[in-house]
């Protein structure tokens, strides 16, 4: 298909299901891509110029689709959802917004860079993909329920976000190495349940860490820093963990423990008023 200069936009659903469609060029005039407009269609490449505005679904199964560039603001909820043969994208340095569920499911897509004023990225925009290693830049302040749940080959995260919504790496089974930068402050419930990991170090910055945060991992022991308020007693809930260990005497724990042997706080602390507590 030949798209000719002049054209600005392409309506929803243009070519729903075109299956036969394996290349377009999108014209510099163009501004518009409708939602669903490429929806299942052969397209093999696809590049998003930075004056494009795209509705919601417009590349979603499209199984055929191998490289991507994308350089408007905001890619929209599921644009890339379930494209299972992508493996490049290429973000531009003006992306800001990746959507909800945009890149689900891409389950050939092992390596990604997040450009670096990135703001926000949406629940499970890359959930059940083929990452293997993800650097989530400082810019990025969130990162929503199920953001990577279920990658199973992601084995490295390294996170400079301030709160890690609920079930933001659950079930990525592989995923053995979690660094943290100074910035995070709240680890969701469930965010890390089901990894791989067998060490992990919070920084100081954290201040809440939810129920079963960590559970079903290998993790021999969790230390929690002495800034943190509140950590739920279920927080290493099925791992047969040694211990818990709360650095500091103001750190509440929510519930009954389960998971760890031994529970170890600061004499007079508040924890020391739950059972298990040493």
Same mark, same amino acid.
């Given at each position: 298909? *030949? ?26 005039s163009l501004r518009t891509i409708g939602k669903n407009a490429f929806y299942g269609t052969a ?26 560039? *994308? ?106 190495? *979690? ?66 260990y709360l650095n500091g005497a103001s750190t509440n724990i929510n519930g009954n423990v389960s ?14 008023? *739950?059972?298990?507590?040493?």
């Amino acid at each position: 298909v *030949v798209l000719s200069e002049g054209l600005i936009s392409i309506g929803e659903s243009a070519f729903y299901s075109a299956g036969a469609l394996e290349k377009i060029d999108f014209p510099f005039s163009l501004r518009t891509i409708g939602k669903n407009a490429f929806y299942g269609t052969a397209l093999t490449t696809v590049e998003i110029s930075q004056m494009i505005t795209m509705g919601e679904y417009a590349f979603q199964f499209c199984t055929k689709l191998t490289s991507v560039s *994308v350089f408007c603001e905001t890619i929209p909820n599921c644009a890339f959802s379930n494209c299972e043969t992508l493996e490049s994208v290429t973000f531009g340095k003006s992306v800001k917004h990746i959507g909800e569920h945009a890149f689900d499911y891409s389950v050939s897509l092992k390596r990604i860079e997040l450009p670096s004023r990135l703001q926000t990225i949406g629940e499970q925009a890359f959930a059940g993909s083929g990452l293997t290693e993800i650097v989530i830049p400082n810019s990025v302040q969130t990162i929503e329920y199920g953001t990577f749940t279920n990658c199973r080959s992601l084995t490295s995260a390294t996170i400079g976000a301030r709160e890690i919504k609920h079930n933001a790496f659950y079930y990525c089974a592989a995923l053995t190495d *979690v660094t943290f930068t100074a910035n995070v402050e709240t680890i969701g419930d469930s965010a890390f349940s089901r990894t791989g990991l067998t060490e992990i170090t919070l920084p100081g910055s954290v201040k809440s860490v939810g129920r079963r945060a960590f559970a079903g991992t290998n993790l021999h022991a969790l230390i929690i820093p002495a800034g943190c308020t509140t950590v739920d007693g279920s927080v290493l809930d099925d791992t047969g963990a040694a211990y818990l260990y709360l650095n500091g005497a103001s750190t509440n724990i929510n519930g009954n423990v389960s998971g760890a042997a031994y529970v170890f706080a600061p004499s007079g602390s508040d924890a020391c008023y *739950v059972p298990n507590v040493y």
